[in-house]
C-alpha cells in the first residue's frame, strides 16, 4: 500500500517570502501522480498543482513550483512570493497510474500561516 | 459553470441513526469520488462512482454505501451511526474515471452524537 508522509504540521512565512512544504512517499509502482492540494477556510480543496512521476521536469504553477526526486520518493512544494491568501491546509497527494481511478492516497497535511 | 455542490452542508445525529448524503457534480462530469476528513485519520477515500458502477472503494465497513444516478448526481449512506463517523465528507467530480483533474465541493460536516 502507498503511504504520504508530511513531516511538517505547521509553518510560518513571511509575506512576499518564500516557503518550502516537504512531502515523502512510499510505493512500489513506477508510474504515477503526485498532487498539491489547498484547503482554506472554506473547505473545498483546490488543485494547486500536479507531477507526473514520468516527467523529470519539475511541474511549475506561476508562484508554486515543485521539487520532485522520484529515487528519494520526495515531492516538495515550493511557494514564492507568498501572500495572505496562501494561508490554508496543504496536502500532499499520490495517484497510482494504473487501476487506481480517482483514488487519492493524501498526507496528514500541512498548516501554513502567513504573517503580513 | 456551477462547481460540485454538496448537501446538506452540516447535519446532526444521534447514534444508531442513518444519514444520505449527496453529491451533485459539475455539469458533464461523470465521475463521483468520496472522501472523510477527520482530525484522527486525515483524508481517506471512501469509493468511486462512474457511469453508475462502483469502480474503486476504500477500506471502510460495509456501513458506509453509495450509489450513482444517470445523471450523474451521487448519495452516499451511512447506517448504524457511529461517534467515530463525525468528519467532514467531500465529494470530488471528474469528466471521467482517472481523470486526473479533480474538482471538490465543500463538504458535509456530520456530527454523531
Known amino acids: 500500500a502507498q503511504t504520504v508522509t508530511q513531516s511538517q504540521p505547521e509553518m510560518s512565512v513571511q509575506e512576499a517570502e518564500t516557503v518550502t512544504l516537504s512531502c515523502t512517499y512510499d510505493?512500489?509502482?513506477?508510474?504515477?501522480?503526485l498532487f498539491w492540494y489547498k484547503q482554506p477556510p472554506s473547505r473545498q480543496m483546490i488543485l494547486v498543482i500536479r507531477?507526473?512521476?514520468?516527467?523529470?521536469q519539475n511541474a511549475t504553477e506561476n508562484r508554486f513550483s515543485v521539487n520532485f526526486q522520484k529515487a528519494a520518493k520526495s515531492f516538495s512544494l515550493k511557494i514564492s512570493d507568498s501572500q495572505l491568501g496562501d494561508a490554508a491546509m496543504y496536502f500532499c497527494?499520490?495517484?497510482?497510474?494504473?487501476?487506481?481511478?480517482?483514488?487519492?492516497?493524501f498526507g496528514g497535511g500541512t498548516r501554513l500561516m502567513v504573517k503580513p | 459553470k456551477a462547481g460540485v455542490t454538496q448537501t446538506p452542508r452540516y447535519l446532526i445525529k444521534t447514534r444508531g441513526q442513518q444519514v444520505t448524503l449527496s453529491c451533485s457534480p459539475i455539469?458533464?462530469?461523470?465521475?463521483v469520488s468520496w472522501y472523510q476528513q477527520t482530525p484522527g485519520q486525515g483524508l481517506q477515500f471512501l469509493f468511486e462512482?462512474?457511469?453508475?458502477?462502483?469502480?474503486n472503494k476504500g477500506n471502510f465497513p460495509g456501513r458506509f454505501s453509495g450509489r450513482q444516478f444517470s445523471n450523474s448526481r451521487s448519495e452516499m449512506n451511512v447506517s448504524t451511526l457511529e461517534l467515530g463517523d463525525s468528519a467532514l465528507y467531500l465529494c470530488?467530480?471528474?469528466?471521467?474515471?482517472?481523470?486526473?483533474?479533480?474538482?471538490f465541493g465543500s463538504g458535509t460536516q456530520l456530527s454523531v452524537l
Open positions: 470530488a467530480s471528474s469528466l471521467a474515471a482517472g481523470n486526473e483533474k479533480l474538482f
Open positions: 510505493t512500489s509502482e513506477s508510474d504515477y501522480y
Open positions: 507531477q507526473e512521476a514520468y516527467k523529470q
Open positions: 497527494a499520490y495517484r497510482g497510474l494504473y487501476n487506481a481511478g480517482n483514488m487519492l492516497t
Open positions: 455539469s458533464g462530469h461523470r465521475s
Open positions: 462512482y462512474f457511469s453508475e458502477t462502483q469502480r
